[in-house]
């Protein structure tokens, strides 16, 4: 009975979802309700309301491209000497994960190495095979918002972030995760393409704040 009464509920969705999904020829055109500042602190206000995220100035910028980011990590994390912070969206096991294991294993003692790794993207591979190595080298691991039997709620609201932030100092992002796919070049078969950056400077603090905004929803599992 309760999925009879359903049905019609589901036909409504279905068809309100057919009807804006149109042909690109009935489709007006995206329109923004202002122009964009041109630079300058009106382009920076509006920066600012759109993303909560101010910009700042006197950063050092470096590229990495695809699997050089592998290499960029380990030599970072080589030179550690407080404090490693991670959050991903995707660590899955295998050889890339192998060289940032061993290398954080290397400097767990007398470094903080915390890491915070979403469920969907990392798949319980992770969990049952990375996670006790890490924590056996003295990492503190945990789960962005462990999956639940709830379909609805926090449950849905996933962690895309790709963060590594070593000593407060440096900092890491792109489109990276540590997985086989991207250690090639981005050219072969399953050698995924991918643009990444190094960072010194105030923005460095600014994905360290990021870390730190994330961590208290990963702290429930055991």
Sequence with gaps: PTSMRAR????????????????DAD????????????????YRNAFYQLLGTPFVEGNAVRWVWNGEIFDALVEEIGRA????DVVLYIWRPGKASDRLVEALAGRATGVACRIVVDPVGSTPAFQRE?????????CDVHVFRPLGDDAVGPSLARNHRKIFVV??????????????????????ERSWRDT??????????QLQLSFDADRPAALEIV
């Design 130 to 138: 990375v996670m006790p190595r890490l924590r056996q080298a003295r």
């Design 27 to 42: 489709r007006s055109p995206l329109k923004l309700a202002g122009d964009i500042p041109p630079p300058g602190p009106g």
């Design 8 to 23: 019609p509920v589901f036909a409504v969705l279905l068809l309100c979802l057919l009807g804006a999904c149109r042909g």
């Design 81 to 84: 000497r407080t404090s490693v």
């Design 196 to 205: 990444s950056i190094r960072v010194e400077g105030p923005g460095t603090r």
């Design 167 to 188: 000593d407060g100092r440096v900092a890491f992002t792109g489109g990276f995760g540590i997985s086989d796919e991207w250690l090639g070049d981005g050219v072969h």
